[in-house]
């Protein structure tokens, strides 16, 4: 059995993210909460993915945003047609790219960043170990 991955981190604004993950990077809400010990929350993936996104927001403590260009999701995806696909659905929901701060990374593919500085890249490539 394949355990989940769950990657949580705090946001000072949940609805501020919800169109990039959502209609950017084509996630599903796969659940939320509201005043759960004084925090919210989204969880957003792919019902059927081996990880998940959650995003919390701790009522009345600023959250900040990332620390640095180089905190990344990195998404491989190794077929054409479905990176293709990926990144006209993120500029059609009105992301478009921005120059990675490592030049590896723009090389085969294309950085995002979110509305809290935190990024995510889509890597026309297959991950090797």
Request: aromatic content about 12%.
């Amino acid at each position: 059995m394949v355990p989940k991955l769950r990657v949580a981190r705090p946001t000072n604004n949940l609805a501020a993210l919800l169109p990039f993950y959502r209609e950017g990077l084509g996630f599903e809400v796969l659940g939320s909460f509201e005043d759960h010990a004084g925090f919210d929350g989204l969880m957003l993936g792919h019902p059927q993915a081996p990880y998940h996104l959650e995003f919390t927001h701790e009522r009345g403590c600023p959250a900040g945003g990332a620390p640095s260009a180089e905190h990344l999701l990195v998404f491989y995806m190794p077929d054409a047609a479905a990176w293709q696909q990926a990144v006209a659905r993120m500029r059609g929901a009105g992301f478009a790219p921005v120059p990675s701060h490592n030049p590896y990374w723009d090389a085969r593919g294309l950085t995002f960043e979110d509305p809290d500085g935190y990024r995510v890249v889509l890597q026309h490539a297959a991950w090797e170990v």
